[in-house]
C-alpha cells in the first residue's frame, strides 16, 4: 500500500506543473523508477487512475519504466545489465569472481504529454 501516497505526490507534481503551464488536458505521463524499488506497477497503475479521477489528468495513462540495474564483477570487470539469473549465481559467468550489484530506488517523472 506504499504505492498510494507516492502516486498521490506523483499527481501532485503533475497537476501543478498542468496548472502553471495552463494544460487543458493530461494524457499520459511516463514514470521512471529504479530496479531497486518495491514498487508494483499494478498498483501504482490503480491508484493512479483513482487518484486522477475529476482532475486534469482523468482518463490519462500512466507509463512505468523500471530502471535496469547493474552487475559488475570485482575479478575481471565486465559489466551485466539487469541479468537477474547471473545475480543467482552471485559469480560472473565468465571467471566466476564475485558480483556486486548497483541500482536505485529512486524515481522521477521523465515526461508528460498534455493538450
Known amino acids: ?34 530496479a531497486l524499488s518495491d514498487f508494483q506497477e499494478i498498483w501504482m497503475e490503480k491508484y493512479y487512475k483513482i487518484l486522477a479521477a475529476g482532475t486534469a489528468a482523468e482518463g490519462s495513462v500512466i507509463k512505468i519504466i523500471r530502471q535496469k540495474g547493474e552487475f559488475r ?25 564475485k558480483l556486486n550489484f548497483s541500482g536505485t530506488s529512486d524515481y522521477f517523472i521523465k515526461e508528460m504529454e498534455v493538450l
Do not use: Q
Open 1 to 34: 500500500m506504499h504505492e498510494l501516497p507516492l502516486m498521490e505526490k506523483i499527481l501532485t507534481i503533475v497537476l501543478e506543473s498542468a496548472r502553471k503551464n495552463k494544460v487543458k488536458k493530461v494524457i499520459s505521463i511516463t514514470l521512471e523508477i529504479g
Open 73 to 97: 564483477c570485482t575479478s575481471c570487470g565486465k559489466f551485466f545489465h539487469d541479468d537477474f539469473s547471473v545475480a543467482k549465481e552471485a559469480a560472473c559467468p565468465d571467471c566466476s569472481g
